[in-house]
């Protein structure tokens, strides 16, 4: 059990602080990650270089924000998803736009 957070490269569930439901929870998740990953990634795949929130994807898979959002970061960190942008959200918070297509820096447009 670790103390501090376990977030790492994003292949495997995190936690925060040293409860061990946290990393309980943690390696329950982990089973499952893969699928829900790919799922994830899938929903996200319609919206194209434009994008899309968390909070677009969560009724297209019948999944609360707070199963989406922490395998949007994942996916991040993998490289699979690239944050485009901010838009505010359901609850009236910004929130990363992410897309699957990778913004062309502008350096490499010209």
């Known amino acids: 059990m670790a103390d501090e957070n376990s977030y790492g490269d994003g292949t ?5 602080g040293n409860k ?3 990393w309980q929870a943690a390696l329950a998740v ?3 990650l893969g699928r829900r990953q790919r799922q994830v990634l899938d929903a996200f795949e319609p ?3 434009a994008g899309a929130i968390c909070d677009d994807i969560c009724p297209v898979l019948h999944l609360p924000v707070h199963v989406v959002r922490p395998r949007a970061s994942e996916l991040e960190k993998q490289g699979k998803l690239y944050p485009v942008g901010k ?3 359901a ?3 910004p929130c990363t736009v992410f897309s699957v297509v990778k913004p ?3 350096a490499e447009a010209a």
Do not use: E
């Open 87 to 89: 838009r505010i959200g």
């Open 91 to 93: 609850l009236g918070h």
């Open 12 to 16: 495997a569930a995190g936690w925060k």
């Open 104 to 106: 062309v820096a502008p």
């Open 47 to 49: 919206y194209g270089a």
């Open 20 to 22: 061990s439901t946290g």
């Open 30 to 32: 982990g089973k499952d």
